[in-house]
């Protein structure tokens, strides 16, 4: 009869150390990047502002020419946010991905200590025994394998992806 586990995979991205110690430098990095688009929310509504001040001043050719100017700068930042973004995206996902790495090692150890012939990931079992569950032996090898994870970020990891899966 095959012997079979369960890994609460959710959990241990929840619950394991590495996980909690990139916790708040990520929380950190929300809240700068949040800092950072209301800032340039702030600035562009001044300046539009200013620019609706200036029409009855202005002639029409010099006014449709600082109109043309803020549209620029506004897609500009629009852009330098979806950026910002996509790099505090990719960053969440390869140190997520850098745990669920080292999950699948430490799985297959407790699967071998164990000897389970399979390991189901819990959300996909309908129902199971407690005695199961291998959710908290994965989490204490993880911890001891992976206690800390840094969060790499910035530009110069851009094109890391490139040739390598």
Excluded: C, H, W, Y
Aim: aromatic fraction near 4%; charge should be positive; glycine fraction near 4%.
């Amino acid at each position: 009869m095959p012997k079979i586990g369960v890994v609460d995979v959710q959990k241990v991205l929840r619950d394991s150390k590495a996980a909690k110690s990139i916790r708040p430098e990520f929380e950190k990095m929300r809240k700068a990047f949040q800092k950072q688009v209301s800032e340039q929310e702030q600035r562009l509504r001044q300046a539009e502002q200013e620019l609706s001040r200036q029409r009855a001043i202005l002639a029409p050719e010099a006014f449709s020419q600082k109109r043309r100017a803020f549209s620029e700068e506004a897609r500009k930042a629009q852009s330098s946010v979806q950026e910002r973004r996509r790099q505090l995206d990719r960053a969440f996902n390869d140190t997520k991905n850098e745990i669920l790495k080292n999950l699948v090692v430490v799985a297959q150890e407790v699967a071998e200590a164990k000897k389970l012939n399979m390991l189901l990931e819990k959300r996909f079992v309908f129902l199971s025994a407690k005695t199961m569950d291998v959710t908290n032996e994965v989490i204490a090898r993880l911890d001891k394998r992976l206690p800390k994870l840094a969060v790499k970020m910035g530009k110069a990891n851009q094109g890391t992806g490139k040739g390598k899966n």
